[in-house]
DNA sequence: TTTATTTCCGGAAATTTTTCAGAAAAACAA
DNA sequence: TTGTTTTTCTGAAAAATTTCCGGAAATAAA
């Protein structure tokens, strides 16, 4: 596998362990018709090239107490290197804050926010994101519901 | 563990798992000052009661041809609770369509998309998401970079 | 204090991961 | 085609981990 590309079999492997990386050698082999030292081989492989960045447990949201999930649109005053830089250094402190990117477009960057309710999304706007040097308007969406959420890239 | 506290071991369970499920009981039981055994029935346990709701693979996005992310904001025709039903039954079928959220506030749903590239989300913009009963109007975010991506939450 | 309940632990058994040498398959050159 | 090299695959053994269990320790209740 010195070329980077993925033949069936990894692109099978990556499509199992999206969905459930709990998933051990001897029930990847069984699946994929392959010895148990193969999918092992091929695991490593996958995992020392970067196609797999990381294994994580998901948790459910709302039993550890994030109950409101909320996009900010975040609008800077200004737009040098130095003022984004710093916005997004500052910015990534936050615990609120679980995703940033900076965007083409109407706004300049998308938080993803999850706090526990409405009271602490207020907390956080006012006590952190808006004493933030630069920042000039916040815009706040809330979700009503998840429709689908999804980890998982289809290969 | 009758009642649904979690205690200061099951956060610290949760709270390294959610960076990195790798770890196994050894080595959890190393970090937490706890036997084997007691891990693995705390982990064992937090799944069961669904705190942890699955274990996953992150992949590297660009490594499999997903280069470009946007957020698509979407407004309805109608507000029916049969057309609301309908669209997020469609949209979630398209393999593009990573997360979609029913939103409060100026428009009705945000959908992250993955694509290979524009012409990519240009195809998925006219073949797809336009094509859907009630849709109104599409405003498409481009993500320029990922400032910070996080799929634990701080515990 | 005594009793009941829960949590925790060490050790053993079962299972899984990891390693390895050789076989099979694929790629390549002549 | 044939032989050579390289890569991939396999089964088996060794190492490591998970899982189970009885009883000890800690905590709560009587």
Chains 1, 2 share one sequence.
């Not at 196609?51 to 109950?67: E, Q, T």
């Not at 830089?85 to 477009?105: D, I, L, N």
Request: hydrophobic content about 45%; charged content about 25%.
């Amino acid at each position: 596998m010195m070329q980077n590309n993925l033949d069936p079999i990894d692109l099978e492997i990556l499509r199992l362990l999206q969905k459930d990386a709990t998933l051990n050698n001897k029930e990847l082999s069984f699946k994929l018709n392959k010895s148990i030292a193969t999918v092992h081989d091929r695991v490593r492989k996958l995992k020392e090239q970067g196609y797999i960045k990381r294994v994580v447990a998901i948790l459910d949201r709302k039993k550890i107490d994030r109950n409101l999930l909320a996009f900010s649109h975040v609008f800077l005053k200004a737009h040098t290197a130095e003022t984004l830089v710093e916005f997004e250094t500052e910015v990534a402190k936050f615990s609120e804050v679980m995703e940033c990117f900076q965007m083409t477009g109407a706004y300049d960057f998308i938080l993803r926010i999850a706090t526990s309710d409405m009271d602490a999304y207020h907390l956080f706007l006012r006590n952190k994101l808006a004493t933030l040097p630069n920042v000039s308007t916040v815009q706040s969406f809330f979700v009503l519901s998840e429709t689908k959420s999804d980890t998982a890239y289809p290969l």
